[in-house]
């Protein structure tokens, strides 16, 4: 069974400066995507990055960007130019192709990331 | 704007009631998921749906069932809740199957917080 891994439950960072947040998995699947969300003081889960497996080049969203190493199952999430609004608890998932045909996405514990102002 | 709705945002209820959670998307997607949440733990698959009237458990069906009448529509059932239970709750909605990168990630409604006292 896959199974998803945050081995951070908390990290600090400075505003303005770089922040990586970790996540490796398990699987033995060839062909997959990766998720990173962000869940504010809100509640409500956005999704921040992904990244299909097949490909090499690791994904970027603005400040947002991975460091994907298939071979070493490791997913891990850097955050440029930390903003205070980018405190948040951050999720890893994975998204598990099912028999039937469908997925269902497994998430990892969470790692909350502070920004000192 | 897509959406997945949830009924409450908050919710108190009494050691062996009977609750329903309710959860609604407007994106017409098959698939739809009910996680809780609790620290430490990250999310957690309780049931998740894949079409009218189908269901499969996930990894904490134990206490719980769904019902899928409607495509848009999913419920969560404590059928006699117990302050075990007490959680966030968040559902969770994806296509069945998607081509490409684009539309691979579920989209989340904005959680409820559930108190069994």
């Known amino acids: 069974a896959q199974t998803v891994t945050q081995s951070q439950p908390e990290m600090s960072v400075q505003e303005a400066e770089t922040v990586t947040l970790s996540c490796t998995y398990d699987t033995s699947e060839s062909d997959y995507y990766l998720f990173w969300y962000k869940q504010p003081p809100s509640r409500q889960m956005i999704l921040v990055i992904r990244q299909e497996a097949y490909k090499q080049q690791n994904a970027t969203e603005n400040r947002f960007s991975v460091n994907f190493q298939k071979a070493a199952k490791s997913f891990s999430l850097k955050i440029s130019d930390s903003q205070l609004g980018d405190a948040a608890m951050y999720f890893c998932?994975?998204?598990?192709?099912?028999?039937?045909?469908?997925?269902?996405?497994?998430f990892g514990t969470g790692t909350r990331l502070k920004v000192l102002a | 704007d897509v959406k997945v709705t949830q009924s409450s945002r908050y919710l108190v209820k009494r050691t062996g009631e009977k609750v329903f959670l309710e959860c609604v998307q407007d994106?017409?997607?098959?698939?739809m998921f009910w996680y809780r949440q609790d620290p430490g733990l990250g999310l957690r698959l309780i049931y998740f749906?894949?079409?009218?009237?189908?269901?499969e458990k996930g990894d904490i069906p134990e206490g719980y069932s769904v019902s899928r009448e409607k495509k848009e529509r999913f419920s969560l059932i404590l059928e006699s809740a117990s302050t075990n239970q007490t959680s966030m709750y968040l559902c969770a909605s994806s296509l069945y199957f998607s081509f490409g990168t684009e539309n691979t990630e579920a989209f989340f409604g904005q959680g409820t917080r559930l108190t069994v006292v």
């Open positions: 998932a994975y998204r598990s192709y099912l028999r039937s045909g469908t997925y269902k996405y497994i």
């Open positions: 994106m017409d997607h098959e698939n």
């Open positions: 749906s894949y079409d009218v009237k189908m269901k």
